[in-house]
């Protein structure tokens, strides 16, 4: 089991930046594919960005290529959300996610994630 904590959510404008973090607990950090997803007020939760075990591999959703980069560091049980660039459409709660039985890839969809953070509130105002 892990426990996952988000943090590096805030009030930014638009065009600007900001690196959220997921702190993870347990010493087998590695061994989990890693997932970003976000839910704005009135929508359902949807994909935002995913990192193999590695982090060798990453993918992202249309919306958010080319501005936003995932990253890990398995040393630091840490992955990272750098988002650049932003908009007021990025505005939402954020959540990283933990799936353990994807080795290679990562995958996109929530139902593969067995353990969740409880959220960071991002804020990009216009």
């Known amino acids: 089991q892990v426990q996952l904590v988000e943090s590096g959510g805030g009030l930014v404008q638009a065009g600007g930046s900001l690196r959220l973090s997921c702190a993870a607990s347990g010493r087998t950090f590695s061994r989990y594919a890693m997932g970003w997803f976000r839910q704005a007020p009135g929508k359902e939760r949807e994909f935002v960005a995913a990192i193999s075990r590695s982090g060798g591999r990453t993918y992202y959703a249309d919306s958010v290529k080319g501005r936003f980069t995932a990253s890990r560091d398995n040393a630091k049980n840490t992955v990272y959300l750098q988002m650049n660039s932003l908009k007021s459409e990025d505005t939402a709660v954020y959540y990283c996610?933990?799936?353990?039985?994807?080795?290679?890839?990562?995958?996109?969809?929530?139902?593969?994630?067995?353990?969740w953070g409880q959220g960071t509130q991002v804020t990009v105002s216009s």
């Open positions: 996610a933990a799936d353990p039985d994807t080795h290679v890839s990562a995958s996109r969809n929530d139902r593969e994630y067995d353990y």
